[in-house]
Nanobody, 129 residues
Framework: QVQLVESGGGSVQAGGSLRLSCAAS????????IGWFRQAPGKEREGVAT????????YYGDAAKGRFTISQDNAKNTVYLQMNSLKPEDTAMYYCAAGGGNGRACRLRHGRTGGFGYWGQGTQVTVSS
């Protein structure tokens, strides 16, 4: 079992920044692939970024490239999503999710909600123009 707790969401103006945190506890083998997803009202959940904590390999969705950075702090079992140059269209509930396996499995999981077995409760990000 893996427990995930997101934090760091809030309201910012366009152009601002936020850093989201995803604290993981429980079975670390089942949580070495961490993905960030987001879901806006009326839209499907989409993959934002993924990290394989075994070697820090990272993968990004198109909306995140160049603006968002996913990183890890192994000592704290926490994965971060640094979001810069935020836009109103980034407004959504942000979720982190966890899966296990090796680096190749993590790369294949990127962006696929069905590839992750554990989910946090989400943290709201609102960007105003």
């Amino acid at each position: 079992q893996v427990q995930l707790v997101e934090s760091g969401g809030g309201s910012v103006q366009a152009g601002g920044s936020l850093r989201l945190s995803c604290a993981a506890s429980g079975d670390t083998y089942s949580s070495n692939c961490i993905g960030w997803f987001r879901q806006a009202p009326g839209k499907e959940r989409e993959g934002v970024a993924t990290i394989y904590t075994g070697d820090s390999s990272t993968y990004y969705g198109d909306a995140a490239k160049g603006r968002f950075t996913i990183s890890q702090d192994n000592a704290k079992n926490t994965v971060y999503l640094q979001m810069n140059s935020l836009k109103p269209e980034d407004t959504a509930m942000y979720y982190c999710a966890a899966g296990g396996g090796n680096g190749r499995a993590c790369r294949l999981r990127h962006g696929r909600t069905g590839g992750f077995g554990y989910w946090g409760q989400g943290t709201q990000v609102t960007v105003s123009s």
